[in-house]
C-alpha cells in the first residue's frame, strides 16, 4: 500500500480541522473477504464516507466538509501537529443518524450497509449462530428494497440478505437470476449456503486480488 496526501478539512459544524489519510494505490493481497461484503484487507484501509469528527463528535459526510489543504503546506504547517484524525462512527452512531430524516437515498443506503456489517461484526468469528435482533432485520429489510435487483452487484447483495434472514427462496430466485461473470464464484458459494439453509456469516474462499481504484462497493454512484 502506498500512503497518500493527508488532507486537512474543516469540519462544517464546529469550523475546526481535522485530517483525513489517504491512499494512492492498494490491492487486496491477504483480504478476507465476508459473505455480506465486509472486506478486511491489510493492504487496502477501509474508505469511509461517514465519519465522526475529532474535536465535536458531530457525524460528517467527508466529501461536503471543505478542503482546507494538505498536511506539510506551508500555510497551515504550524499548526499541523496539533491536528487529529477523523473517528470511525460506531454501530450507535449509524442508529442515531437514520432515526432522523435521511433524504438521500445513496445516504441512508451507505448508513444502513454500515450498520448491517457493523452489526454481524459480533456473528463473524463469535457467536455464529446468534439469531438478528429485531433492529438489525428491519435495517435488512429496508436496505433490500434500496437495492437494484437489475444490476448484478446490487442483485447479490439483495440474495446474501434474503439469506441472512432465512428467506431461501426469495435468496435462490434473486441468485439464480446473475448472469456477471465477475460475481460467479460468489454467488455459487452463497447460493451452496442457500441450499444448506445456512444463514450464519462466511468468509467467502479464496478472494480474488484486485488493485484499487474503488469508492467503495457500498457508496454507489454518487
Ligand atoms: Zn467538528
Known sequence: MLPGPTTIRQCNECNRPFLERTISSGNTFGATLWTDGRMYAPMLPDQKWLVKCPN????????EQHRV?????????????????????SSRDYA?????????LQ??????TRLWWAWND??????????????ARDNLIRLAQLMDESVGSDRLAKAEIMRELARFSEARALIAGIDDPLLTDTAEFIGGLIGRSDSRIHTIPSPRASGTGRSGPDRGGD
Do not use: M, N, V
Not at 56 to 63: E, F, G, H, M, V
Not at 96 to 103: A, G, H, K, N, Y
Not at 107 to 112: A, N
Open 69 to 89: 489543504g494538505e498536511l506539510g503546506d506551508q500555510r497551515t504547517a504550524k499548526s499541523d501537529g496539533r491536528l487529529r484524525h477523523f473517528r470511525s462512527p
Open 96 to 104: 442515531r443518524l437514520l432515526s432522523r430524516e435521511t433524504s438521500a
Open 107 to 112: 445516504k441512508e443506503r451507505y448508513i444502513r
Open 122 to 135: 459480533g456473528r463473524r468469528r463469535f457467536f455464529r449462530g446468534a439469531p438478528l435482533k429485531r433492529a
Open 56 to 63: 465535536c463528535s458531530a457525524l460528517l459526510w467527508l466529501d
